[in-house]
């Protein structure tokens, strides 16, 4: 279970983008969705990834946030003696955070 305790103190306040941002740069590779992400016959490397907050709203129970991620995708060599070449990539996930437990959830958005 991922925690954004601080991000949820911070709920509110003008430092709730800049706290998320912060907390969700701090997660360990491979805690964020971003698989389904990546263009085919390439890989996933998100050992550093860069967050865009883009908007948020609450419920009752929980903050709803929309982020963008960008991280890096290693495209296989085409075989005739080329490395690995890193290309740029980009992932629109929700994010939402309950207010009782500071528990949160990923989810991927297609179609923006």
């Known amino acids: 279970m991922i925690a954004l305790r601080e991000s949820l103190y911070a709920w509110g306040s003008a430092d709730f983008p800049a706290t998320l941002k912060r907390e969700i ?5 491979g805690s964020l969705p971003l698989d389904g992400c990546v263009t085919p016959s390439s890989y996933l490397d998100d050992s550093r990834i860069s967050v ?6 609450e419920t009752q129970d ?3 946030t929309r982020i963008g991620v960008f991280f890096t ?5 085409c075989g005739c003696g080329g490395e690995p070449t890193e290309e740029n990539g980009y992932c629109l996930l929700k ?6 437990t500071a ?8 179609g923006y």
């Not at 740069?25 to 590779?29: P, Q, S």
């Open 103 to 110: 528990a949160a959830t990923f989810d991927p958005l297609t």
């Open 25 to 29: 740069e701090a997660l360990a590779a």
């Open 73 to 77: 995708e290693i495209v296989a060599s």
């Open 95 to 100: 994010v939402h955070i309950d207010k009782s």
């Open 52 to 57: 865009s907050v883009m908007q948020s709203s």
């Open 62 to 64: 929980a903050i709803a």
